[in-house]
């Protein structure tokens, strides 16, 4: 399988004082599923940000061999998504952010089955998958909530389709059961399909059972390090 991220001496210290975690050595290949455990504080959600280029970090990442600066940010980001646990409150509504995304070159040049220039109804039958209403995509991001934003966030970052690597933060916390297996189903489908541009996921999780229903490898982040587990230990 090959290789699309390289994470190599990874390390983060909060304001060059506090250290997070250092030391920070792996591979993301393709078909893995790598659920990142760690205590509550550890640096999962940081780790995340790191990967994806959002915030200063020590050590270096490559995809498929280059760094992010190589490729070009924006064009990293697209290939190497992040999906945020709480999207930051954005203006206007969901609708009104796809028009803006898709109007963006590195995505428009990034897609292979011409996505990002795709119909606003695919978005919006990916969200019916998941139980999301079409009325929500045309309400104000601030009167969504926690479970709505949540899947249309994920329903876009999916139906893009640019990346190859997801980076999810707790994808279903605020989501019920039966979402969150729709949800899952979904992601593990996009991962197997050949259609798909999506090769691999470093998921965030505090759910045992969905650790194990989706993980195929477990990376356990210390502050000094971090360890492949054989499988899903609770922090
Ligand atoms: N901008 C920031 N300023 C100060 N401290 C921060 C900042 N961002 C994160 N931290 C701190 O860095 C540490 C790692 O936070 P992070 O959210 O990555 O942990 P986590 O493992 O995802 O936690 P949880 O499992 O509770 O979601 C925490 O101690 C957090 O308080």
């Given at each position: 399988?090959?290789?699309?991220?390289?994470?190599?001496?990874?390390?983060?210290?909060?304001?060059k004082?506090?250290?997070?975690?250092?030391?920070?050595?792996?591979?993301?290949?393709?078909g893995?599923?790598?659920?990142?455990?760690?205590?509550?504080?550890?640096g999962?959600?940081?780790?995340?940000?790191?990967?994806?280029?959002?915030?200063?970090?020590?050590?270096?990442?490559?995809?498929?061999g280059?760094?992010?600066?190589?490729?070009?940010?924006?064009?990293?980001?697209t290939?190497?998504?992040?999906?945020?646990?709480r999207?930051?409150?954005?203006?206007?509504?969901?609708?009104?952010?796809?028009?803006?995304?898709s109007?963006?070159?590195?995505?428009?040049?990034?897609?292979k089955?011409?996505?990002a220039?795709?119909?606003?109804?695919?978005?919006?039958?990916?969200?019916?998958?998941?139980?999301v209403?079409?009325?929500?995509?045309?309400?104000?991001?601030?009167?969504?909530s926690?479970?709505?934003?949540?899947?249309?966030?994920?329903?876009?970052?999916?139906?893009?389709?640019?990346?190859?690597?997801?980076?999810?933060?707790?994808?279903?916390?605020a989501?019920?059961?039966?979402?969150?297996?729709l949800?899952?189903?979904?992601l593990?489908?996009?991962?197997?399909?050949?259609?798909?541009?999506?090769?691999?996921?470093v998921?965030?999780?505090?759910?045992d059972?969905?650790a194990?229903?989706?993980?195929?490898r477990?990376?356990?982040?210390?502050?000094t390090?971090?360890?492949?587990?054989?499988?899903?230990?609770?922090?």
């Amino acid at each position: 399988m090959s290789n699309l991220l390289h994470v190599d001496s990874l390390g983060y210290d909060i304001n060059k004082t506090r250290n997070v975690f250092s030391d920070l050595t792996f591979d993301v290949n393709e078909g893995d599923v790598i659920v990142l455990q760690g205590k509550s504080g550890a640096g999962k959600s940081t780790l995340l940000k790191c990967l994806a280029h959002l915030i200063e970090y020590k050590g270096e990442v490559r995809y498929r061999g280059s760094q992010p600066r190589a490729i070009g940010v924006p064009s990293y980001r697209t290939k190497v998504a992040y999906v945020p646990q709480r999207p930051s409150l954005l203006p206007g509504t969901p609708h009104d952010f796809l028009k803006a995304l898709s109007g963006f070159s590195s995505r428009t040049k990034c897609a292979k089955r011409s996505k990002a220039t795709r119909d606003y109804a695919d978005y919006v039958q990916i969200g019916k998958a998941w139980g999301v209403d079409e009325e929500l995509w045309s309400r104000n991001w601030s009167n969504l909530s926690g479970g709505e934003s949540q899947r249309i966030s994920l329903a876009i970052a999916v139906g893009l389709d640019t990346a190859e690597v997801l980076l999810l933060d707790e994808p279903t916390s605020a989501l019920d059961p039966n979402s969150t297996n729709l949800v899952e189903r979904f992601l593990l489908d996009e991962m197997a399909s050949s259609e798909s541009e999506l090769k691999a996921i470093v998921w965030v999780t505090h759910s045992d059972e969905q650790a194990q229903r989706v993980g195929t490898r477990f990376l356990r982040i210390t502050q000094t390090g971090c360890e492949e587990e054989r499988g899903y230990v609770e922090p």
